[in-house]
Nanobody, 115 residues
């Protein structure tokens, strides 16, 4: 059973920056896709950023140019660097990994953008 643990969420002012971390219990080098999703109150979960097999990255339209996803295979950790944060970025952010066709999820970390 793969475990994913997010950290780094919190309260930040509009225009600020925050970096989320996702620590995996196994060697992420063997993972297929790995990425971040978010869910705001009353809304569906949406894609934020994904690193595909081979290193190609996909970003949600609303975060392009502001967020950067990257992973460190040596520490089995994936990161989401967020900048120019907006109030509409407020959500619970989830780490996800796909391994041999099966999806795994973390418990989520709250990000609140407010003045």
């Amino acid at each position: 059973q793969v475990r994913l643990v997010e950290s780094g969420g919190g309260l930040v002012q509009p225009g600020g920056s925050l970096t989320l971390s996702c620590a995996a219990s196994e060697n992420i080098f063997n993972f297929d896709d790995m990425g971040w999703y978010r869910q705001a109150p009353g809304k569906q979960r949406e894609l934020v950023a994904v690193i595909h097999v081979g290193g190609r990255k996909t970003y949600g339209e609303s975060v392009k140019g502001r967020f950067t996803v990257y992973r460190d295979n040596a520490t089995n950790t994936m990161y989401l660097q967020m900048s120019s944060l907006k109030t509409e970025d407020t959500a619970v952010y989830y780490c996800s990994a796909r391994i041999l066709g099966r999806n795994y999820w973390g418990q989520g970390t709250q990000v609140t953008v407010s003045s």
